[in-house]
DNA sequence: TCTTTATTTAGAATGATTATAATTTAATAA
DNA sequence: TTATTAAATTATAATCATTCTAAATAAAGA
């Protein structure tokens, strides 16, 4: 396990490789990246957390920051259905894909951390020429807890 | 197979049976939807497409329509990540779900007919207590042809 | 046909995201 | 270290997809 300060040091060299700046916006909207790895933040929410410590940030900033941040390949941008782009830390291991399962009970997402699709990829390959980069896959139904009515343990985060 | 004018028969009467009227416009957007069946059209693309025969139509209603028509599982609403939502008429026999393949040069989205994943889902089912009622599985990768820069195939239905 | 209630229309409103123009700042060279 | 230059930020306006509103219309049943 890497340090959050080593973390952000690779991230930021990534960034200048690139040609891009490190500027202290950009380093604290990272900050509140890495201290939320799995939270499947909003751009809103990224911006209000962000905003505790950095007031003077726009929203706009951090907006283009998590592009910039997605087009490096260090960010993953995804989208539930729900109106609203979500953003997650990629993890070290870009290979290790993860899939979620979105209840639709208490519209929790939670995450399988394991990749469950090498065969189907090569499957894909194999029958449709398919190339395949990258991959998404959800789940929609609900958790044993959520069905019967008793779904706090998942509904307190959701709001 | 069934005709058009026959499954345009049953949506209403499904529709019909949960209390919504059967409405000239909604006839000329499922008509549209019958007509596209694997298109994967935006609201807005649907909505062109049923004011060439039906000019008076106003976008919101096309937009309330598909609305309805997800909410009577006859449509299966979709979301490719580039900001717009794509319907599709959900085929006849609903535990056939497919998947998709995206294509990141040409940007082009076909289908596989098979359902994959029924293994999977019961995986999630012992493994995470979830139960899953529906999923989405998204290949993102390049084809073979436009991979060699010839990808006229699937880019000329893309723009 | 009459009545009731849902639906449509047109346009305004909303919410997320992106673009703009002026100002500031980071990186680099002198 | 300072000066230079291009990129980044800010605040705000603009845009795009989608939803809401109020008045007018049309469908279904009595």
Redesign the interface.
């Known amino acids: 396990m890497i340090s959050v300060e080593e973390q952000l040091k690779s991230m930021k060299q990534q960034m200048i490789a690139k040609g891009y700046k490190s500027t202290v916006q950009r380093e604290a909207t990272m900050r509140v990246l890495l201290e939320h790895e799995r939270d499947h933040m909003s751009a809103e929410d990224v911006y209000m957390r962000v905003k505790e410590r950095f007031p003077e940030i726009g929203l706009a900033t951090v907006y283009r920051t998590l592009e910039l941040l997605t087009e490096l390949h260090l960010v993953e941008?995804?989208?539930?259905?729900d109106g609203v782009?979500r953003f997650d830390l990629r993890s070290e291991d870009h290979e290790h894909m993860h899939h979620h399962?979105i209840?639709?009970v208490c519209g929790e997402v939670?995450e399988?951390q394991d990749d469950?699709?090498t065969e189907?990829?090569q499957?894909?390959k194999r029958e449709?020429?398919?190339?395949?980069?990258?991959?998404?896959?959800?789940?929609?139904?609900?958790?044993?807890?959520c069905?019967h009515g008793d779904c706090r343990r998942h509904c307190e985060t959701a709001s």
């Open positions: 941008k995804m989208n539930f259905g782009a399962m209840c639709s939670e399988i469950w699709l189907l990829e499957r894909v449709y020429g398919f190339n395949v980069s990258d991959h998404r896959l959800d789940f929609i139904g609900t958790f044993a807890s069905k």
